[in-house]
C-alpha cells in the first residue's frame, strides 16, 4: 500500500493509529503505524490472518507475534522499530497486505 491510501493520522506516542481506504468502497482499515529509521512500519489487524510469513522472509527478524488478535482470531504480528531498515520485503510477501512500509522522502 502507498501513502495516497492513508487519509487520517492520529499520534499517539511513539506509534501513529492510521486509516487507509478499502478498495471499492468507502469502509476504512485502521492500522498502527511504527516509526522506523529509514522511514515507517504499519500493520493492518483487520487484514492480518496470522500466517507468519512476514515473520520468516524479515531478513533481521524484527517481526513477531503480537498478544493482540487479528481480523481472524489468531494472534497479528508486531515489529521491533528500531531493527527494520525498512526494505518492503515483509510487505511484499503478505498475501492480504496487511503490512504498509514507507520510506521517508528524500529531500531535494
Ligand atoms: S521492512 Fe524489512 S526489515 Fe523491516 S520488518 Fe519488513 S522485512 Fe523486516
Ligand atoms: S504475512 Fe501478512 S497476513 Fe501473514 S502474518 Fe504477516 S502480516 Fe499477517
Known amino acids: ?3 495516497e491510501n492513508l487519509t487520517k493520522q492520529v499520534v499517539e506516542g511513539k ?8 478498495p471499492g468502497k468507502r469502509a476504512f482499515f485502521e492500522g498502527i503505524r511504527s516509526q522506523t529509521a ?3 512500519w504499519t500493520i493492518f ?3 492480518c490472518k496470522g500466517c507468519g510469513l512476514c515473520i520468516e ?3 533481521t527478524h524484527v517481526i513477531s507475534w503480537s498478544s ?9 504480528v508486531e515489529v521491533k522499530a528500531d531493527g527494520c531498515i525498512t ?6 510477501h503478505c498475501p492480504d497486505a496487511a503490512i504498509s512500509v514507507d520510506l521517508k522522502e528524500k529531500r531535494q
Request: glycine share 8%.
Open 38 to 40: 529509514r522511514g515507517s
Open 45 to 47: 489487524p483487520e487484514l
Open 68 to 76: 493482540e488478535l487479528g481480523a481472524y482470531g489468531t494472534n497479528r
Open 1 to 3: 500500500m502507498n501513502n
Open 87 to 92: 526494505c518492503r520485503i515483509c510487505a511484499w
Open 15 to 22: 506509534q501513529k493509529t492510521v486509516k487507509k481506504a478499502e
Open 57 to 59: 522472509k524479515c531478513p
